[in-house]
């Protein structure tokens, strides 16, 4: 058995995350068993539908018992009662981790349930579409992504190893940092800019001297693109919002100034200032395509990824 497999692995939550993993697992055999378990009976019934894992379970505390790995990939807001549930049935060394888009919060809602002989050991994968629900999944998810490791000062340095071979199996680079440093970091990268996109969309969505078929028509000239984000599931943002306030108020407080500074630079027509950051800008853009995180293609490559998704499923 090489070191990123585990006998047995507990799904809790088999949303968008959580069947992204069922297949990776499978396709990268990194598991004997797959035990399923989600909150409601037809989404169960549809993860059974689509054979995304051995054995199925409304008790989350059934799936857990006897399984070398529990991945829990409900909201972050589901993450403590979910702990408290199987934390009494997890078996000595068993691996706990999550998937969740914040860790401070989930660490303090968690830690506490876990027992001593359980090994906690938080994940999350910077990977996601706008989709939700177990037929939003499939393998080459967390391809050319990163998973975030952040473990808490009793994790053993083995199980940071095992975890960052798995999630190297299922296509990811891999970092390890703390769950504050996390929090900061992931609120700049997505928190902040999901919030943006929710506010402007929201803006639109108000107007009322733009008519509603006058967004939808002219909205290619930009506004398209923060829709996508702004579709994205209401009940997860929810909680990240919540779960991640200090790094997503200490964003937005920067954020915020320097939006006032731009609406200065339009208002005395400081067009230096202007091409100064929009130069900046765009050599952040060439940066992540440089690094594998986009694609330089018109219409941000979505017609080739569209294109590659139920190929590399099966991989
Ligand atoms: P999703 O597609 O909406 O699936 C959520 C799953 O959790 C479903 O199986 C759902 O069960 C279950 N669930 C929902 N509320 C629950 C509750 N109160 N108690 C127990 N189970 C509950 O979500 P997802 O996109 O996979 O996200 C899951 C986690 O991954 C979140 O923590 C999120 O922060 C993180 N994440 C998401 C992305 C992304 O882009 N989506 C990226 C990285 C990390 P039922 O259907 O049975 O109700």
Redesign the pocket.
């Known amino acids: 058995m090489s070191d990123k497999h585990f006998k047995r692995v507990a799904l809790i ?6 069947s992204s993993l069922a297949h990776a697992m499978r396709a990268y055999k990194l598991t004997d068993h797959i035990a399923i378990s ?3 009976q037809e ?2 019934a549809r993860a059974e539908e689509l054979e995304l894992g051995d054995s199925y379970h409304l008790s989350a505390a059934e799936a857990v018992s006897d399984a070398d790995l529990i991945i829990v ?6 993450c403590e ?2 702990a408290r549930e199987i934390g009494p049935h997890l078996k000595p060394g068993a691996y706990v981790s999550d ?3 914040v860790k401070s919060s989930i660490v303090a809602q968690m830690k506490p349930h876990l027992p001593d002989h359980a090994v906690f050991i938080p994940a ?6 706008e989709q ?3 037929d ?1 999944g499939f393998a080459a998810l967390f391809r050319q992504r990163w998973c975030i490791l952040t473990p808490v000062p009793d994790t053993p340095d083995e199980a940071v190893e095992k975890m960052r071979l798995f999630w190297e199996a299922c296509g990811s680079d891999v970092d390890v940092m703390t769950p504050e440093h996390h929090d900061l970091v992931l609120a700049i990268t997505s928190h902040v800019p999901h919030l943006i996109a929710y506010s402007i969309v929201g803006t639109a969505a108000d107007l009322e001297q733009v008519t509603r078929g006058e967004v939808m028509k002219y909205s290619a000239g930009g506004f398209r693109d923060f829709t996508r984000i702004a579709a ?2 209401p ?2 943002w929810r ?2 919002f919540l779960n991640n306030k200090e790094g997503v108020l200490e964003i937005l407080g920067r954020f915020t100034e320097d939006l006032i500074a731009l609406q200065r630079a339009v208002r005395w027509g400081d067009g230096d200032q202007l091409f100064d950051l929009f130069t900046r800008t765009r050599a952040i853009r060439r940066g992540i395509i440089e690094a594998g995180q986009d694609a330089a293609e018109p219409d941000f490559g979505r017609q080739l990824a569209a294109e590659a998704k139920p190929d590399e499923d099966g991989l």
Do not use: E
């Open positions: 939550g088999i949303g968008l995350i959580g989600t909150r409601r989404t169960l990939c409900t909201p972050v807001g589901a009662a979910v998937v969740g888009s999350h994968p910077v990977a996601g579409t939700s629900g177990p939003a994205s599931d009940t997860m909680d990240v």
